[in-house]
């Protein structure tokens, strides 16, 4: 099975068990800290899922990281959940998924847009009306900025990309021309 389909499988459970408890912000925060410290501690990766080291020794270690962070039993529960099945590893795809699935219950919608110098705040909010114009829905803007674009926008909303960047319009230009 691949980790996106066990990814979206744990997510999908999750996401039903925090909407019924009312918990969805505060385990996807616990979570996301949880998959920051396991990735910045790759010894703790390793013993949470190396085969070879004995569960007894890895639910021990994950029962007291537990216990100082003081989590939620949900968050404990799911934990405790991915350990057993041996899944610790994909924490950091199943929170991915998770949030695609809140959001996407929610009526948001990811947008990741790159532009080659930073955007001032007015673009950004024109740019959010507009996205949200065009979907039909609530829409969360992700930054970045790439100076190889020249200048212009790229954005991207799920698998649609509106490019309006001069480096993509100087290659249309390239190729008209050279036709």
């Known amino acids: 099975m691949s980790s996106m389909t066990v990814a979206r499988r ?21 979570l996301e800290a949880w998959a920051q410290m396991v990735q910045q501690n790759p010894l703790l990766l390793e013993a949470l899922t190396n085969p070879t080291v004995p569960y007894d020794q890895k639910s021990k270690v994950l029962n007291e990281l537990i216990a100082k962070a003081n989590v939620r039993p949900t968050t404990s529960n799911f934990l405790k959940l ?14 991915a998924k998770l949030s695609e699935i809140m959001d996407e219950r929610a009526g948001v919608v990811s947008a990741d847009v790159t532009s080659a110098r930073p955007i001032s705040e007015p673009v950004k909010t024109a740019l959010e009306q507009t996205l949200q114009q065009i979907t039909n829905r609530r829409v969360r803007l ?23 960047s001069v480096r993509s319009q100087l290659e249309r ?6 036709s």
């Open 10 to 30: 744990y997510a999908s459970a999750l996401a039903d068990v925090l909407v019924d408890r009312n918990e969805e912000a505060v385990v996807r925060e616990e």
């Open 82 to 95: 991915l350990l057993r099945n041996q899944r610790f590893g994909e924490l950091p795809q199943i929170n």
């Open 142 to 164: 992700n930054f970045a900025t790439d100076e190889t674009l020249l200048g212009g926008i790229v954005t991207r909303i799920g698998s649609t990309i509106y490019d309006g």
């Open 173 to 178: 230009l390239k190729q008209e021309l050279a």
